[in-house]
């Protein structure tokens, strides 16, 4: 499986995302951009979790359908052709990292998948469902990594 490459101006991988970004902050989506994408490829998704979240792996951001065509998006949008679904506050889009004070620097993973089909989900999907939906879709996926700490 082929590799797509996910970065953003905001900051670099594995180090910390900015307030602006974050729950304490403006809360809007960072930007990004992708390339490696191979063709055959029919949707992308988005997906920003937090595995550090205590319970269980908490979902900031996801995002189906959006056009294989593109190579990124700006601050503060959702990515062309993409469809928000509901995130770990219950609320449609992006929601910033806002981890307990105190817990020490949260992981956020923002990754990007190629599939080969629409991914089947419904309701109000954790990161399990999503993960689960995934396997033997994938075409290629790629993965940036950013930290958070209040």
Same mark, same amino acid.
């Given at each position: 499986? %082929?590799?797509? @490459?996910?970065?953003?101006? +905001?900051?670099?991988?594995?180090? +910390?995302?900015? @307030?602006?970004? %974050?729950?304490?902050? !403006?809360?809007?989506?960072?930007? *990004?951009?992708?390339?490696?994408?191979?063709?055959?490829?029919?949707?992308?998704?988005?997906?920003?979790?937090?595995?550090? =979240?205590?319970?269980?792996?908490?979902?900031?951001? *996801?995002?189906?359908?959006?056009?294989?065509?593109?190579?990124?998006?700006?601050?503060?949008?959702?990515?062309?052709?993409?469809? #928000?679904?509901?995130?770990?506050?219950?609320?449609?889009?992006?929601?910033?990292?806002?981890?307990? #004070?105190?817990?020490?620097?949260?992981?956020?993973?923002?990754?990007?998948? =190629? *599939?080969? !089909?629409?991914?089947? &989900?419904?309701?109000?999907?954790? +990161?399990?469902?999503?993960?689960? =939906?995934?396997?033997? @879709?994938? &075409? +290629?996926?790629? =993965? *940036?990594?950013?930290?958070?700490?209040?």
């Amino acid at each position: 499986m %082929s590799g797509i @490459r996910i970065s953003s101006s +905001a900051f670099d991988d594995h180090t +910390a995302i900015p @307030r602006k970004h %974050s729950g304490e902050g !403006e809360n809007v989506s960072p930007p *990004l951009t992708w390339s490696g994408v191979p063709g055959g490829a029919t949707e992308l998704v988005l997906l920003c979790e937090d595995p550090d =979240a205590p319970g269980k792996t908490f979902v900031h951001w *996801l995002v189906t359908g959006i056009d294989p065509g593109t190579t990124g998006m700006v601050e503060g949008q959702k990515p062309q052709g993409g469809l #928000p679904w509901p995130n770990g506050f219950g609320q449609v889009g992006w929601g910033g990292p806002m981890p307990p #004070p105190g817990h020490g620097p949260h992981r956020y993973f923002f990754r990007l998948y =190629a *599939l080969s !089909e629409p991914l089947p &989900l419904h309701g109000h999907p954790g +990161a399990e469902d999503v993960h689960r =939906a995934l396997k033997g @879709r994938e &075409l +290629a996926s790629g =993965a *940036l990594m950013g930290t958070y700490q209040r």
